[in-house]
């Protein structure tokens, strides 16, 4: 038997680089961010203010970890999502390594969102749920809650 094994790149290996070198840089952030951290609570405190409070705890408020937490429970179902991303970057079903970073950002927003819905232990006080009227903790006016968003940056 005569066999012939013939490899041939035909440009994939050029498009991979091309798809790094655009690569090289960027990346997503999650979270509140400036814009939407310097808005203030009402009269009280801002927006970033509560958000650190929450995700780290204070001496009087409990740590209720909202984008490390959902970070940590998520991993694996990230890295498959990132690998999902990658992959459809380099097939051209998604054109851009912006498109490929945004669409993780959203769906890390929704999660993190789904996540502080679904209610963040420990509990609410019985003060704190007398005074918003409401026992799931980080919701209140929900100002926090629609000030976590994605953004692209690009270190070069």
């Not at 991979?16 to 203030?40: N, P, S, Y």
């Not at 705890?57 to 740590?63: L, N, S, Y």
């Not at 970057?89 to 945004?102: D, H, Q, R």
């Amino acid at each position: 038997m005569n066999a012939r094994i013939s490899d041939r790149d035909s440009g994939y290996k050029a498009l991979q680089k091309r798809i790094l070198a655009t690569a090289k840089g960027k990346r997503v952030t999650v979270g509140v961010h400036e814009a939407e951290g310097a808005a203030a609570e009402g009269d009280g405190p801002t927006v970033l203010d509560v958000a650190e409070w929450n995700e780290f705890g204070t001496d009087t408020i409990p740590e209720r970890s909202f984008i490390r937490g959902w970070c940590d429970e998520n991993v694996d179902q990230n890295k498959t999502l990132m690998r999902k991303l990658s992959a459809a970057l380099l097939s051209g079903k998604i054109p851009t390594v912006e498109a490929a970073l945004n669409r993780f950002g959203l769906v890390a927003v929704a999660g993190i969102q789904a996540r502080i819905r679904a209610g963040i232990a420990p509990e609410n006080a019985a003060s704190t749920i007398a005074k918003k009227g409401s026992s799931t903790p980080l919701i209140d006016s929900g100002t926090l809650w629609t000030s976590i968003k994605h953004e692209l940056t690009d270190d070069k």
